[in-house]
């Protein structure tokens, strides 16, 4: 018999950063790098200055500062305002296979209590790890389901996992945090967002992290969970119903660490479209007559296949449609924060263009979240591109400085000065090293 939900939660709370290989150390300081890089440009988000002004009026005032904004807060609310900023232009890690974005999850919650608690560097980062690995294996665990964004179904038991680690909770208490968090996991209704276009999708993480927050520092008070969060009658395997639970269990206990597996996004849009976009670029929308975008099978793509319309909010029907963007790039040669202006959005030609795109599931060899196949006929003829690869993944990473450039243009995106990537980077350089009496981000 292998490892039980309570023997996996007790290796992740006796896990220490020295025990993270190098390669996996590297990935994840280039992996903060990324995310304090996009909070810099997150308060042009629309909705997210309305949204952090009332987690500054309507959640208390406390001890944990809230970089790039002066703020202060009780650590729920300043985790639920960073994993907000994070998360703003959906351009933040994925995990491609488990379908989930991480740093706006794990990181948030992790430097919330380390800074309200005093602790140190390096419980920081293990906890970052920590956080990334239950979100991880969790979300592959149960695969897609019906309604379902996992990184808002499973982030409070990720935000549980990562804030529980970095306060250094035992195996008992730790599996009492993730078995608090169990009430804020599993909506299979967090998709609506997406259908609707709505502006809420960059809020929904930052609410289950939140959540996810509370249940470890009520753990870390020795307030109890219920053990079978994870196999119990009810507990979260069960949404994989009639599935062989000692199997899901091993994948969920494999050894290894899911922080060196993450796709770092070189796009603000969703992860499904970007095979697409990586096929037409260097390509030219003059003379198009149609196009035709393939993609795999899958309920996964629904969204992002159907027909371009306005639905709700500009920015998000754009960041979810394969024709939009497909059409933005051909226009304007690239997708990126500026794609995602007005001037950009209000651009007629954009959408003409956009019509002329259909999509069609039907490639057979997909996994995941590519390959993408696109057609693009003239009046003199037709292209054909492939794009294999999911560009930013393991396979074919961004560069330490792609990474950095990309925050550069978050950060004056944001209106932040541009020696705020060099902060970041020494920051994020010395995290191993902070001790409990040093700040942690807000001098961001």
């Not at 909770?169 to 599996?175: A, H, S």
């Not at 393991?394 to 990309?406: F, H, N």
């Given at each position: ?49 309305a949204a952090l002004d009332a ?60 800074a309200a608690h005093r602790r ?325």
């Amino acid at each position: 018999m292998g490892l039980t939900a309570r023997d996996w939660a007790g290796s992740l709370a006796g896990s220490a950063w020295s025990g993270v290989s190098e390669r996996e150390q590297s990935a994840a300081r280039v992996l903060i790098i990324d995310a304090f890089g996009l909070a810099a440009a997150g308060r042009g988000a629309p909705g997210v200055d309305a949204a952090l002004d009332a987690l500054r009026a309507d959640f208390g005032r406390g001890d944990v500062g809230l970089p790039f904004t002066g703020a202060r807060s009780p650590a729920p609310a300043a985790a639920a305002a960073l994993s907000m900023l994070i998360h703003a232009w959906d351009f933040d890690d994925t995990h491609d296979a488990a379908v989930v974005h991480t740093s706006c999850v794990a990181l948030p919650a992790a430097l919330a209590v380390a800074a309200a608690h005093r602790r140190t560097g390096a419980d920081i980062l293990c906890g970052l790890a920590c956080g990334v690995q239950a979100l991880v294996r969790l979300s592959a665990a149960i695969g897609g389901q019906r309604g379902m964004i996992r990184t808002a179904a499973l982030g409070a038991i990720g935000a549980a996992a990562a804030a529980a680690r970095a306060l250094g909770l035992d195996e008992e208490r730790f599996t009492a945090a993730l078995g608090l968090a169990l009430p804020a996991t599993g909506s299979a209704m967090t998709r609506q967002v997406v259908a609707e276009g709505s502006p809420a999708k960059r809020l929904q993480p930052s609410l289950t992290v939140q959540a996810g927050v509370s249940a470890a520092l009520l753990a870390a008070r020795g307030v109890p969970g219920p053990a079978g969060w994870l196999t119990g009658d009810y507990g979260l395997l069960c949404l994989r119903e009639g599935a062989d639970q000692d199997a899901l269990m091993a994948g969920i206990t494999a050894p290894g660490w899911e922080v060196a597996e993450l796709s770092l996004k070189p796009y603000p849009v969703c992860r499904y479209t970007h095979a697409a976009i990586a096929a037409v670029r260097g390509l030219s929308a003059d003379g198009l007559i149609s196009a035709t975008v393939r993609v795999p099978r899958g309920p996964e793509y629904a969204m992002v296949a159907r027909p371009f319309a306005w639905r709700g909010a500009a920015v998000a029907d754009a960041q979810f449609s394969i024709p939009w963007l497909v059409a933005a790039a051909l226009r304007t040669g690239t997708v990126d924060l500026a794609t995602l202006t007005p001037a950009v959005l209000g651009d007629r030609e954009i959408e003409r263009l956009a019509g002329l795109v259909d999509v069609h599931q039907d490639l057979p060899d997909g996994t995941g979240m590519a390959p993408a196949e696109v057609t693009l006929r003239y009046a003199g003829g037709q292209v054909t591109h492939r794009h294999a690869d999911m560009p930013g993944s393991p396979a074919s990473p961004l560069s330490v400085a792609e990474v950095t450039a990309k925050a550069a243009a978050c950060a004056a995106a944001g209106g932040q000065d541009q020696d705020v990537v060099r902060r970041i980077s020494e920051f994020t350089a010395g995290m191993a090293a902070i001790t409990p009496h040093e700040q942690t981000g807000e001098q961001l």
